[in-house]
C-alpha cells in the first residue's frame, strides 16, 4: 500500500497574502464606474470605519458590507470584465506577502507535503494565486454562470472550509497524518480543528482564544519580525524568532 503524502492546507488572504484580494477586486470595478456610487461609496465608508478602529468588530462589519454588495452587482458585471479587474489585483498583489507563510510553502513542498489553499476570495484570483506558489490544489469562492454571464449565486468558500477540505483531501487520497493548517481569523477555526498541527497566523482575537483554548501553536509577523509562541504550562512562551537570521 502506497503512503499518502502528508499535506498542508493555508488561507490566502491575511495569511499569505498582506490584504484581501476580494477587496482589492471591487476596488478596481468602483474605480472603473462597474459598481453603483452609492455602493462604492458604502464599501469605502465601512472600510474607513474598521481602519479607524470604531468598534472591536468593525472588520466583520466591512466584510458583511462587502459581501452584501457583491452579491447584488456580480450579475451586473461580465466575467470578462471580472477577470481582468482579478488578473489586475493578481499583478500588483502577488508579491506582497507575509514571509513565514511564503517560506513555509517553500519549505513544505520541498520535504514532499500536498499543499492546498483554500480561499474565500473568488476562484478568478485564486487560480492565478495557487499557479504562482505552486499549490498543488485550492478551493476558491465560485460565482455561477448561466449562459456566458453571472447569476448573482454565489458560493462563498470561507463558509465552507471543511466541507472543501474533505473534498480535496478524498480526491487526492490524503489523509491526516502529518497535516499542517495555516489561518488567521475565526472562519479558519473549523478548518484548523480538522488538521494535527493548526498555526495560528496573526491571529484575528476569536481565533486567538480559540487558540489558547486548544493550546495551538501562534505566530505573529510584526515589520520584519517573525514571533514563533508555544504553549507551556497553560501559557504562552517565545518559542522563536528571525532575529538570529
Known amino acids: 500500500m502506497v503512503k499518502s503524502k502528508p499535506f498542508a492546507v493555508f488561507d490566502i488572504d491575511g495569511t499569505l497574502i498582506r490584504w484581501q484580494m476580494l477587496h482589492v477586486i471591487y476596488d478596481w470595478l468602483g474605480r472603473a464606474g462597474l459598481i453603483a456610487e452609492n455602493d462604492f461609496a458604502a464599501i469605502r465608508a465601512a472600510r474607513l470605519d474598521w481602519k479607524k478602529r470604531k468598534a472591536i468588530d468593525s472588520f466583520r462589519a466591512y ?13 451586473g458585471i461580465t466575467p470578462k470584465v471580472f477577470e481582468r479587474a482579478a488578473q489586475e489585483a493578481f499583478n500588483e498583489y502577488r508579491d506582497q506577502t507575509y514571509r513565514y507563510t511564503r517560506d513555509l510553502i517553500r519549505d513544505l513542498k520541498q520535504k514532499g ?53 474533505r473534498e480535496l483531501m478524498a480526491k487526492h487520497g490524503l489523509d491526516f497524518a502529518g ?16 488538521v494535527e498541527h493548526p498555526i495560528a ?34 501559557r504562552y512562551r517565545l518559542a522563536r524568532t528571525n532575529a538570529e537570521e
Open 63 to 75: 466584510e458583511d458590507v462587502l459581501y452584501a454588495i457583491v452579491a447584488r452587482s456580480i450579475a
Open 179 to 194: 497535516s499542517i493548517g495555516v489561518g488567521d481569523s475565526e472562519g479558519d477555526i473549523s478548518m484548523l480543528e480538522m
Open 113 to 165: 507535503y500536498f499543499v492546498i489553499a483554500i480561499s474565500g476570495s473568488p476562484d478568478e484570483v485564486v487560480k492565478h494565486l495557487a499557479e504562482y506558489y505552486g499549490f498543488d490544489d485550492y478551493a476558491a469562492t465560485i460565482q455561477m454562470r448561466q449562459g456566458g454571464r453571472y447569476t448573482g449565486e454565489i458560493m462563498v468558500a470561507a463558509m465552507h472550509k471543511p466541507e472543501l477540505l
Open 201 to 234: 497566523f496573526n491571529p484575528a482575537k476569536g481565533l486567538f482564544l480559540h487558540a489558547e483554548k486548544q493550546h495551538w501553536k501562534v505566530v505573529v509577523e510584526r515589520k520584519n519580525m517573525i514571533y514563533e509562541f508555544e504553549p507551556k504550562d497553560g
